[in-house]
């Protein structure tokens, strides 16, 4: 009886966690660059059960007896965002899904598919969480304040028509990232980063968050289900065991 608790508990907890990282999606659906996160249950090693015969110990086996569940691994899905025409000069996207823009973090340099980039009022270009964002040479870009500010498809920034720095753009293979706050990463060995060879730039557009709202808002109905009947197992057991207890208190 016991163990039918426990499974029903395991099932409750990994419910419960699967529901936080769709509840971090959902609320992420809107972030420019943003890159969902999928969680996969694993089922939690059985017992083999076998029939006991008299007088002759164990007998065959009849099967396994589940321990329930558990969450298992956590994996930051790369599939490209959605690509929209915002045809503001500063936004821009990237044509390769493993090419990356450079911005620096208190943390060190960091990397980023949001292209929602801005002037703050010193001139410098900052990305839409306000970090600095870096040159080909890993040096802050700063415009000088005054003029209109744009960006070419080669990645450069263009001051009233004249290249003033070129945008630090890098190669890296997705599996090599973890994921950081405000949508962006952190390799997770130096030498994975390479510069792009081609980078290929779209301004006026920007790379969406690649999170599905409906599929999303679907998974956590149905996980909200699972869990409410983990639960109520867990409460059926509970009086199961009151009124053994109770029975056996009688003979």
Same mark, same amino acid.
């Given at each position: ?7 029903? *508990? ?178 997770? *060995? ?62």
């Amino acid at each position: 009886m016991e163990r039918g608790l426990y499974a029903a *508990a395991s099932g409750m907890i990994a419910q419960q966690t699967i529901q936080d990282y769709l509840a971090q999606n959902i609320a992420n659906a809107n972030t420019v660059g943003y890159k969902q996160d999928n969680s996969t249950f694993r089922a939690i090693q059985g017992i083999q059960l076998q029939r006991l015969e008299q007088g002759q110990g164990r007998g065959a086996q009849i099967g396994q007896l589940g321990m329930g569940v558990a969450s298992d691994n956590v994996y930051t899905d790369w599939q490209p965002g959605t690509i929209t025409q915002t045809n503001v000069p500063l936004d821009a996207s990237l044509e390769n899904p493993q090419q990356f823009f450079a911005v620096s973090t208190p943390r060190g340099e960091r990397y980023t598919r949001a292209g929602n980039f801005q002037v703050d009022g010193a001139g410098n270009l900052l990305s839409g969480a306000g970090q600095p964002v870096l040159s080909a040479t890993g040096q802050a870009i700063n415009t000088g304040g005054r003029g209109d500010v744009t960006l070419d498809p080669r990645g450069n920034v263009m001051l009233q028509g004249r290249a003033i720095a070129q945008l630090k753009i890098v190669q890296i293979a997705p599996n090599a990232l973890r994921k950081e706050g405000d949508a962006t990463f952190a390799p997770i *060995a130096p030498n994975a980063v390479q510069p792009a060879a081609q980078p290929l730039v779209r301004p006026g557009t920007l790379e969406q968050s690649n999170v599905n709202s409906v599929r999303s808002l679907v998974q956590m109905i149905t996980l909200s289900r699972g869990f409410d009947m983990a639960q109520r197992a867990i409460l059926t057991q509970d009086e199961l065991l009151k009124s053994a207890q109770s029975e056996l208190g009688k003979l």
